[in-house]
């Protein structure tokens, strides 16, 4: 049985409460606690015989880890994980528990994927990008995009939260030609996707503002940035304050959601984003520390 297989639920497409036609995918309720465990167990599916032997070396803001380290384990396949110091205790203990390495480097993202990248080639390693790879693009957003049309074939658009672009390219291949509109949302000071569309090419090294949202920040890839112009991919950007409002407000509608998965909702709350009927907004992950939930609250 495949790593996907073993570890993959189907998470739940539910309408949202306040919002007449409106539904959350449910990927906070995914295994491991985001849609990354889609990607990597995809990813870690196709290894060579060689490369399982060998082992892997990821680079994750932390949910993307911990799908990596899951789908090691189910296959018996030794991981090490290179996070920022920004990554939450909650992910970095998510992925000690699953048996793999830690090793905690750089200040952002960009930083700890060169460390990935440098331990990858000095020891003959597969490197597992979050989001720069078919097989993660295919099993994160394309995955995620077919059990979303099975179940509302009637779906018009489908929004989500964007980082270095694996989860909207891989949902705009599968849906832009049946015409489903996508549409990213990026914090507004770490938006490198954004700006790659505006300039007309990728900046794959991306050093924006700090933001609460962890795992939307970094660069993109030439792969996700080519998907997202040629599908006709948009963007739009949400401040860090109304980012730390939408996880309050859905804390208290009974959803527990980490701040990079708020990014999205906060760009409905807000009225950037028109909630019609037939839009869906992916719940990416629910992976947020206590401390930091609790002065959310506390100010929100």
């Known amino acids: ?18 919002y007449r036609g409106l539904r959350l995918k449910m990927e906070s309720l995914q295994r491991g606690g985001s849609f990354k465990i889609r990607g990597a167990a995809r990813r870690l599916d196709a290894l060579t015989a060689e490369e399982t032997r060998r082992g892997v070396v990821a680079a994750s803001a932390g949910n993307h880890g911990i799908g990596v380290a899951a789908a090691g384990r189910a296959l018996g396949i030794p991981v090490q994980v290179f996070v920022p110091t920004t990554a939450p205790e909650v992910k970095r203990n998510g992925i000690t528990a699953l048996g793999a390495e830690v090793i905690v480097q750089g200040e952002n993202y960009q930083g700890a994927e060169d460390a990935a990248k440098r331990r990858a080639n000095e020891r003959g390693l597969a490197f597992i990008s979050p989001f720069d790879d078919p097989w993660v693009m295919l099993g994160n957003g394309g995955a995620l995009a077919e059990e979303i049309l099975a179940e509302a074939p009637a779906t018009k658009r489908i929004v989500c939260p964007v980082g270095g672009g694996g989860l909207v390219a891989g949902i705009a291949d599968i849906v832009t030609s049946l015409g489903v509109a996508v549409v990213g949302v990026q914090p507004a000071g770490n938006c490198a996707m954004h700006q790659s569309l505006a300039l007309g090419w990728a900046l794959t090294r991306y050093d924006g503002d700090p933001t609460c949202a962890e795992a ?29 409002r939408a996880v309050a407000r859905m804390y208290r509608l009974g959803f527990l959601v980490e701040t990079s998965a708020a990014v999205a909702l906060a760009g409905v709350f807000e009225g950037l984003i028109d909630p019609t009927p037939g839009t869906v907004v992916v719940v990416t ?12 609250l506390r100010t929100y």
């Open 1 to 18: 049985m495949t790593a996907y297989e073993q570890l993959v639920w189907r998470t739940p497409l539910i309408d949202f409460p306040g």
């Open 285 to 296: 992950g629910r992976n947020i520390d206590a401390e930091r939930l609790d002065e959310i």
């Open 216 to 244: 939307c920040e970094g660069g993109v890839a030439d792969s996700t940035f080519e998907v997202c112009k040629n599908q006709g991919v948009t963007t739009t950007l949400v401040d860090e304050e109304s980012i730390k």
